[in-house]
Nanobody
Framework: QIQLVESGGGVVEPGEPLRLSCDIHGNILYMYAEGWYRQAPGKERELVAR???????EYGNHANGRVTIFAGSTGYKVFLQINNVDATDSAVYYCYFYGVDKSMNLGATDYWGQGTRVTVSS
């Protein structure tokens, strides 16, 4: 089964960059997209950024030029950086993968990491 393992997060000071990474493991037959979502308390989960298998990138409405996403050169990895964070960036960040697991007869499916909490605080 496809599993997503996030790293990074924790406490980040206002104005500093946030860096997250995600390793994606499993019997991956095909990848359509990978990326990051986040969910703040009392709010719905929202897109931060994602990248598809053609290298096309999509950013959430809050990005304002602060967000960078890129995929690893080997294996299935995805990295996120948000510059100049503020309190509105505090949330649980989830790694996301949309693709096909060759060991399961499901077709293309969404997969999620467990989430990593980010708190912006001085």
């Amino acid at each position: 089964q496809i599993q997503l393992v996030e790293s990074g997060g924790g406490v980040v000071e206002p104005g500093e960059p946030l860096r997250l990474s995600c390793d994606i493991h499993g019997n991956i037959l095909y990848m359509y997209a990978e990326g990051w979502y986040r969910q703040a308390p009392g709010k719905e989960r929202e897109l931060v950024a994602r990248i598809n298998n053609r290298g096309e990138k999509e950013y959430g409405n809050h990005a304002n030029g602060r967000v960078t996403i890129f995929a690893g050169s080997t294996g299935y990895k995805v990295f996120l950086q948000i510059n100049n964070v503020d309190a509105t960036d505090s949330a649980v960040y989830y790694c996301y993968f949309y693709g096909v697991d060759k060991s399961m007869n499901l077709g293309a499916t969404d997969y999620w990491g467990q989430g990593t909490r980010v708190t912006v605080s001085s």
